[in-house]
């Protein structure tokens, strides 16, 4: 990934709806004091009609740490459902639950998803059927742009 380009964390459609999340590496110019850790622009970017649009966070490399450690957790063989909750405290807050699917394609989930610009009620919320388990390719996304400070 290069340090300008956004490298997609999650992706999520159902039907005419989509969530996908993006980041890329916050360039800090010179004129300002430099933080202690590499920061990152994280997009939470809604499609659902009848709303479009695009709400941006900035968020420490600890932060997306731990999101990757929750996330982790989840993975565990014995795990067959699950939720995580990321942001809030004044920040954009992302909230994430998933379950097996009963019917329709085995091996596919319901993925309950909530979007909030800061600590208000949820702006959206989503119910995607029918979604492969993404999981691990969120952490190994994770992991990509943390090692790519």
């Known amino acids: 990934m290069s340090t300008n380009g956004p490298a997609t964390l999650l992706f999520l459609q159902s039907g005419n709806q989509a969530l996908s999340v993006h980041a890329r590496i916050h360039?800090?110019?010179d004129t300002h004091e430099r933080w202690p850790e590499p920061m990152f622009d994280v997009?939470?970017?809604?499609d659902a009609h009848p709303f479009h649009g695009t709400l941006t966070q900035m968020f420490t490399a600890s932060e997306l740490t731990f999101l990757r450690h929750n996330i982790a957790r989840l993975t565990e063989p014995d795990v067959i459902g699950g939720g995580i909750a990321f942001g809030g405290e004044g920040m954009v807050q992302f909230d994430l639950s998933f379950k097996a699917q009963v019917v329709g394609q085995p091996d596919r989930w319901i993925v309950d998803a909530a979007l909030a610009p800061s600590d208000d009620p949820p702006v959206l919320r989503w119910r995607l059927?029918?979604?492969p388990p993404f999981l691990?390719?969120?952490i190994g996304a994770i992991d990509d742009l943390l090692g790519s400070t």
């Open 43 to 46: 997009e939470f970017v809604a």
């Open 136 to 138: 691990n390719g969120l």
């Open 27 to 29: 360039i800090q110019d």
């Open 129 to 131: 059927v029918d979604q």
